[in-house]
């Protein structure tokens, strides 16, 4: 679901750049113009998970497009530019030369590795759960130079967001008898490279991502105000966990996450979900009493962006 306050700021960004257009001389073969783009964050949620705000670092990745091959350009590209939401980046390109430009944006401290030269990104799928700064965003334009450029891209994740909730009723069960959740921790295997040329991920892994404590009262995901599919209403739910994966098409993994106790550093349940779906844009939901019901789950994915919503009970 898009922000409606940054729907309205690009709006207002769009009609100041209606007003400001001025009529220039035609560009001449080989000479340079200007490239203005600006770009969003697309998804972006207020006050949740995933507001998108954690991704600051933008990288702007030219590369010649010649003889179904790319060539970068490190002296065109933009490698510490800053993006808060949204920003404005001009490149300076020559006429009558064809394309391709990555956008990618992250959190300073995000797990990735960027390899210009091949156009890949590496995650390192190590490190804490839970962590936002592992929110990043990407997009690739692609075109051939005519004249002046004055585009709009809106960049998206290239991540499935898996997520363990449990009941408000059982959280508040295992606070009743005085068990103080403190994090989880969770396992999955997952691609750790994207392609930024293709968009295809490769190289699967073992993700282990260790026990870090989270937010269990952030505000409720959008689109689960009304109650899903299956008759469950995620607004009576508290976050166990939430990951960002790297994912492609949808497929099914296994899920490994483990609920702590403050005071402990031993798990105090582990848990074992077979053929969880996730797929890139979309967030994947197990929802289940953590604390009080042993193995008992309804796992529904839920489109972060798009329709139609897929639903799989266990």
């Known amino acids: 679901m898009k922000n409606l306050f940054n729907g309205v700021i690009l709006a207002a960004v769009l009609a100041a750049m209606s007003g400001c257009q001025r009529s220039e001389a035609p560009a001449v073969q080989g000479e340079t113009v200007e490239a203005s783009f600006f770009i969003s964050l697309d998804g972006l949620v207020s006050k949740a998970y995933s507001d ?114 449990t009941s408000a009723a059982d959280y508040a069960a295992a606070l009743d008898n005085e068990i103080a959740f403190s994090g989880s921790s969770m396992k999955v295997s997952a691609p750790t490279v994207l392609d930024f040329h293709t968009g295809k991920t490769s190289v699967p892994a073992a993700y282990d991502l260790s026990a870090a404590p989270l937010k269990v009262d952030a505000p409720n995901v959008p689109g689960y105000e009304d109650t899903v599919e299956g008759g469950v209403t995620v607004a009576n739910y508290k976050y166990v966990a939430m990951n960002y994966i790297l994912a492609g098409d949808r497929t099914n993994t296994q899920v490994l996450f483990s609920v702590y106790r403050e005071g402990s550093e031993a798990p105090l349940y582990d848990y074992s979900v077979l ?18 019901v042993d193995g008992v789950f309804d796992i529904v994915i839920i489109p972060e962006y798009e329709e139609p919503q897929n639903s799989v009970n266990i």
């Open 52 to 165: 998108g705000l954690s991704a600051t670092s933008l990288q702007a990745l030219v590369y010649s497009v010649r003889e179904g091959g790319y060539k970068f350009l490190p002296n065109v590209s933009v490698t510490d530019a800053t993006i808060s939401g949204s920003t404005r980046l001009s490149l300076r390109l020559v006429k009558g030369e064809t394309y391709e430009i990555v956008f990618w944006a992250q959190n300073p401290d995000g797990p990735y590795s960027v390899d210009a030269v091949s156009g890949t990104m590496k995650v390192n799928p190590s490190g804490p759960a839970n962590a936002e700064q592992r929110d990043a965003f990407y997009k690739t334009w692609t075109g051939k130079v005519a004249g002046s450029i004055n585009e709009r891209v809106e960049l998206r994740r290239p991540f499935a967001q898996i997520n363990v909730l």
């Open 275 to 292: 053929n969880v779906p996730y797929q890139r844009n979309y967030r994947t939901n197990i929802l289940g009493d953590i604390f009080s």
